[in-house]
């Protein structure tokens, strides 16, 4: 039970329960993983709390940490690393970076402070027990942070574009920032060689801007591999176990969490999440998607046919119940289902009801509201028996991964028309990192990156894409 | 159980069940009514049934009696009399017109036939055994019912006026049009005088148009009023009896039903239906009427007030689970309350669901699914535990009506401010004649028709309609 409740030993006990109830209380609400974290992981996360203990916000080693910013004093073998992330994009976005971010950390042994951007205190708990996460408001540079880019002086693909950075001497600068962004260039993406992961490991500030789940490519740098095979054993579990760990939902949105489903889902005998991301300007619902969504659920038999004869079939008296959770911008595909279900019997008997708990009809990232609800559909959706996600989308992303759900994923619509297949399934519950490097660090060449190990492929929803996949320990 | 399952003698056994399930099924999806039909009434049914196979279409009666409308023959004293109810108005007002023409028909011996207008056969089950209750589609006069009005020459009304009918001779016509519908004029309003009910019960053929409830002004005329209360010793139960002994929805109507109240109501721990209904050209939702139905529902702790605070209550593990049955014409109403429930916790730790079957936007009453779906709804919100209505509704009164239950008014707003009170408690269940006669028979003056007997009052929702309140037997 008590293991149940540390998901596995993932999270450590000893925090304050009323706090933030969502982290003792999320296992009444998922159903047990099936899988477990590596007894290496959970003692690395514990390694990991112990040194964010000794450096993290307001303890002596941050102190000087941060004095040697500007100073330029030499760091002592003791002192305290960190990497920065900067709160940047939309959500789900924001969730895939943060975890990507944290893995890197763990594997360079360094301290991760967060960015609080708009709302990050807000939507998530603390996950590090003692010491906050949370990057401190009087940190020198923070005011810099929306403008550091490509082109800025400290980005470290500038430098090396610049040639600016001396990889022979020991002088090496107290910060750089690291453009991880979607839009990055070529030196950007060096970020993914050994030689230039040697020199950054003795910066002892790296602020990392990123919108993107770049493990993927984490898994292509030689120096982590033997590191990476020992955390995660089963290789397709990384945001699942790291997602888990780090984002646990603030009161307030486990409270929408806990209220939506206890009036909407937890009376059901069987539930469906569908996440319908429209990357399409024109209002929805659009036909072709709408036929999409009914060709995916009923050929996949996600969801019982009709019976459009409405031939009349006596009712049966205690019909199984499935939920349908739909998410999405717009309210006109759950509104179709929902009618469709009401209007005719189900083949099968059983009755289907339909709940979307918000359609905000365009995004509208700023507004705090807006943000919680975000994240309470994510959460929802992980909380699903099965899941349909759409292409390209990082908010389907989160729902899989926490879920440790492989969802059935909506091919991306071209041309208006419906795609044949419709949906596909996941190789694996992993989110797919959209913008990888195509490098090789050795040859210095251009390289298939999903043709090098069996447990990095390309994605099912983006073919340049890059997904870590499922696979014991091939090594 | 058999008993329960013919609603306390109200109906007959013997129908043919899969042909129309909700006849025999709806005690299972409603309470036990604390209203019993009285024996009286009961057996007058089951003579009304006996006298509806001998003179129903398609027997040697009917064709005799039709014969008659056109020859002039002289009545025999065996013959069949009729009275046949003209489909016209929205759903709701056709149910109350058509159950008032039942309890007249009853009272004067006849034989009650349906025209089928657009779709009552699409809607509503045979009532009586063997013989339908469906006006032959060949009968002489059918192609004038939409042009009868006040001015008609066989309107009652319009020969009373023009001084054609001989009250004093033998000779009454084989036919008249009754023009009861709310523009009806002063001598058309002499239907309800006793004189002229002598007159009429020599008519073979009364042909009804009507958009109103007029049971109330039936309980004023003294002919009928020795049986009327052995019919119903308790008064405010005539739409109760007479609309759960007529109106049984058709299998696909049913499905609707069953459906929509197995996947979303069922599992409820309570239930409270709110029927919105806005005379009000505008797009709603308009905010005076929702700060009214959060204000009547929250004063009267029919939903439970929530906690704004946002301070955060620990989820109870298993919390009451109340649904809210809205139904309205506009969406907006129910997305705040949904929304105001998900969003906030409820301070008694219930959770509330909040579910809208359909939201047409506008009336359209030619549709067939949009009526079959308004009977849905109207049958949906009599299932639930408590009930708001909207002033004005037939809509509601079915509602309440069929669901025996006193509902709780909302004032009619003036001037887009949220009345106060903003509802009050309906006085019974009984519907409200929306254009009773204000005139006494006897001294042939104006009088306040709402005065006369304990029983019939003026209506909550309408100072100048009459409405039947409880009382038992007060004569
Ligand atoms: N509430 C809600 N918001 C959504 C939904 N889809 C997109 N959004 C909003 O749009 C943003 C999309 O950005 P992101 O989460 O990064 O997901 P992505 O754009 O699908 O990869 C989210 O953060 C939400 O604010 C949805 O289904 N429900
Ligand atoms: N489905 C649905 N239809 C409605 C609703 N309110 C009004 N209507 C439609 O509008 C018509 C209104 O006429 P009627 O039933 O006589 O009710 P009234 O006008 O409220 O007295 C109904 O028959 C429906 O077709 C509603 O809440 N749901």
């Given at each position: ?56 916000p307001a303890t002596q080693a941050y102190k000087s940490a941060l004095e040697k910013i500007h100073s330029g004093h030499k760091l002592g073998s003791m002192d305290c690393k960190y990497v920065v992330w900067i709160s940047y994009s939309g959500l789900g976005n924001r969730m895939l970076a943060l975890a990507s971010t944290f893995l890197y950390t763990l ?369």
């Amino acid at each position: 039970k008590s293991n149940e409740k540390l998901l596995g030993g993932l999270l450590t006990s000893g925090f304050d329960e009323a706090a933030c109830a969502s982290r003792y209380q999320s296992f009444l609400y998922r159903k047990i993983s099936a899988y477990k974290p590596s007894p290496y992981l959970v003692s690395r996360l514990r390694n990991y709390e112990d040194l964010h203990k000794r450096c993290g916000p307001a303890t002596q080693a941050y102190k000087s940490a941060l004095e040697k910013i500007h100073s330029g004093h030499k760091l002592g073998s003791m002192d305290c690393k960190y990497v920065v992330w900067i709160s940047y994009s939309g959500l789900g976005n924001r969730m895939l970076a943060l975890a990507s971010t944290f893995l890197y950390t763990l594997l360079t042994n360094r301290v991760l402070l967060v960015d609080r951007g708009n709302d990050m205190e807000d939507l998530f708990c603390e996950p590090f027990p003692e010491k906050s996460w949370l990057l401190p408001t009087n940190f020198p540079l923070i005011d810099q942070f929306n403008s550091f880019d490509q082109k800025s002086p400290h980005c470290y693909g500038s430098m090396l574009k610049n040639n600016v950075v001396d990889t022979s001497t020991e002088s090496v600068p107290s910060y750089l920032y690291l453009h991880l962004v979607h839009d990055y260039g070529d030196h950007d993406k060096l970020f993914f060689c050994d030689d230039d992961q040697s020199l950054l490991a003795k910066v002892p500030w790296l602020i990392v801007k990123t919108d993107n789940y770049f493990v993927p490519s984490i898994f292509l740098i030689p120096s982590f591999e033997e590191e990476l095979s020992k955390l995660f054993p089963e290789k397709g579990t990384v945001f699942h176990h790291l997602g888990r760990y780090l984002f646990h939902p603030t009161n307030h949105v486990w409270g929408l969490i806990t209220r939506y489903y206890k009036t909407y889902l937890s009376k059901a005998d069987e539930s469906l999440g569908l996440q319908i991301r429209v990357f399409d300007t024109r209002p929805g619902p659009l036909k072709h998607v709408m036929d999409q969504i009914l060709a995916c659920t009923l050929n996949q038999k996600l969801l019982p046919e009709v019976d459009m004869q409405d031939s009349f079939v006596m009712p049966i008296e205690n019909p199984k119940l499935k939920a349908v959770l739909v998410t999405s911008l717009n309210s006109g595909y759950s509104e179709n289902l929902r009618n469709m279900y009401w209007e005719y019997p189900a083949m099968t008997g059983e009755v289907v009801g339909v709940y979307q708990p918000s359609h905000e009809e365009y995004q509208q990232s700023e507004k705090q509201m807006h943000n919680r609800r975000a994240w309470a559909e994510m959460y929802l959706l992980s909380l699903t028996d099965g899941l349909v996600t759409s292409s390209w989308s990082t908010f389907g992303y989160v729902a899989q991964g926490l879920g440790g759900l492989k969802p059935w994923i909506l091919v991306k619509p071209e041309n208006d028309t419906t795609p044949d297949p419709p949906c596909r399934p996941a190789m694996s519950m992993e989110p797919c990192f959209h913008a990888p490097p195509f490098y090789d660090c050795k040859t210095k060449r251009g390289i298939d990156t999903g043709a090098l190990v069996p447990h990095v492929r390309h994605c099912e929803d983006m073919s340049w894409g890059l997904k870590v996949v499922d696979g014991y320990d091939e090594l």
